[in-house]
């Protein structure tokens, strides 16, 4: 049985001061990549992500009541002109935190590469509550995935604090967009996997960062941000 005695630890004839362990964790803490060691983002009330050139992901702070957030007249984007077009459905897409829906829109309604700013009326969160201070809420979107915009920032804020240079966890790095093509956790073995091949959907970075493994859990993303990591790969390619 283990006592403390004088700020020192013993137990089966061993002492241990009590500094040194707990100079240990401060280690395993600061260097190690198997816990949540990326800070979750700041709320916000709402965001939007392209997911297609006719499909828009629209994450919400609170979880949804499922009948207002997937009636699609509910949602509608302004071009830069000024043109208005409404979504013609609104899926329920988010089954882990119940927070986002993927908007479809009529084929060549949105321009690739194009800000439009995307209105939500009326949507009620979980408990039947606004999701609102008022009534609607509008946000910017940007048509289409590249690694310069919005990739690029998401695998820093997200991915390489722990794979960088410095600090390659995992044997692989996110810190450029070359070296996102480098071999994988398996990068020893006979036949590596690359971490990324565009329109591959068992991409290493795809299937890390889905809901339910490592990258997801450790980088803390939400359910839109590991969407963005698929629909970047697969839909666009891995474009930069």
């Known amino acids: 049985m283990w006592s403390v005695r004088g700020g020192r630890m013993a137990g089966g004839g061993v002492t241990r001061r009590v500094p040194v362990a707990l100079a240990c964790m401060v280690l395993i803490v600061s260097f190690g990549c198997d816990g949540p060691v990326v800070p979750a983002s700041p709320p916000r009330t709402m965001a939007a992500y392209s997911a297609s050139l006719f499909a828009i992901d629209v994450e919400f702070r609170r979880p949804l009541d499922r009948t207002s957030a997937t009636q699609a007249f509910r949602y509608s984007v302004t071009d830069p002109a000024g043109g208005r077009t409404v979504a013609t459905r609104a899926d329920w897409v ?105 329109g591959d959907a068992r991409s290493l970075i795809v299937i890390r960062t889905s809901p339910r493994h490592s990258m997801f859990n450790v980088a803390h993303l939400s359910y839109a941000e590991s969407q963005l990591f698929i629909n970047w790969v697969v839909t666009y390619q891995a474009r930069k």
């Open 94 to 198: 988010d089954t882990l935190f119940g927070e986002t829906v993927r908007l479809f829109f009529p084929l060549g309604a949105l321009q690739d590469s194009t800000l439009y700013r995307l209105t939500v009326n009326g949507v009620l969160d979980v408990w039947g509550q606004a999701q609102f201070a008022t009534d609607s809420a509008t946000v910017e979107v940007f048509t289409g995935l590249w690694y310069s915009s919005p990739m690029r920032d998401l695998l820093n804020r997200k991915c390489s604090p722990c794979h960088n240079d410095q600090r390659a966890g995992g044997a692989y790095r996110t810190d450029s967009y070359a070296e996102l093509f480098g071999d994988g956790s398996d990068g020893q073995s006979s036949s590596p996997r690359p971490n990324l091949v565009p």
